[in-house]
């Protein structure tokens, strides 16, 4: 029986030349159709002097027919340019692995470009005029190379770096977030969150009441009051 016309092909990504980008989609798309097996574990054509028994012969056929079909998405996913460059194809395995070893490159090769990585990371510095939000790609652009080399960067990493490089006009924000709270739970999508809802605090604040009102506020909001006329201050490292 054909299968239903709702069941539409997904949209295969077209490898564009960024390997990590490309692999996690297609490993996504290959294990919702159940084909990531043949990759991980290949696929060898039987012998065709060899005798199998039914059972055989159907594991076999089945095995060969999601290879094909693996196959077949990795086909459309990319360019013929670079198909022609890769010389093991036969089975799905070889064609993912062959890609794998061209474009994320070998263990020396990473160790490189994850050196790079970590320098590029380290000297991240929000811009004077740069939005929280571009600043958040910025970083988490590089965060991702980094796991995508191999290195470990767990969540409170990038927040603490985040909240490290923001400009000067962010001081009170973030003393108010260190204060309130939990750092090592904070999610990077729940402080750029808190940022924008800061900012527009901030920004209505000032349209309405001035800088002094700001400043009232950010004390207020940090539990500047009430402490003997003291308020709690922050370094930043």
Request: hydrophobic content about 35%.
């Amino acid at each position: 029986m054909a299968e239903s016309s709702s069941f539409a092909q997904p949209s295969i990504r077209k490898f564009d030349g960024d390997y990590d980008h490309w692999s996690l989609i297609m490993e996504n798309l290959l294990r919702s159709k159940e084909y990531w097996s043949v990759i991980e574990d290949g696929f060898t054509e039987s012998p065709s002097d060899m005798v199998l028994s039914a059972a055989q012969k159907k594991t076999y056929d089945e095995a060969r027919l999601k290879d094909l079909k693996a196959k077949n998405y990795l086909f459309s996913s990319i360019d013929k340019t670079i198909l022609k460059t890769i010389t093991q194809k036969e089975t799905s395995k070889q064609l993912w692995d062959s890609m794998r070893i061209k474009y994320q490159g070998n263990v020396r090769v990473q160790r490189a470009q994850l050196q790079t990585l970590r320098r590029s990371f380290e000297l991240l510095d929000m811009k004077s005029r740069e939005s929280a939000t571009d600043y958040f790609g910025r970083v988490m652009v590089v965060a991702n190379d980094m796991r995508n080399c191999g290195e470990n960067m767990p969540n409170v990493k990038i927040v603490e770096k985040i909240l490290r490089t923001l400009t000067t006009n962010f001081n009170y924000i973030v003393c108010s977030i260190e204060e309130f709270k939990d750092i090592d739970n904070l999610f990077v999508d729940a402080l750029q969150s808190s940022l924008l809802v800061h900012k527009q605090k901030f920004k209505k604040t000032t349209n309405e009441g001035g800088e002094k009102q700001v400043l009232k506020i950010s004390y207020d909001e940090r539990g500047g009051r009430g402490r003997g006329g003291m308020t709690r201050g922050r370094g930043r490292g």
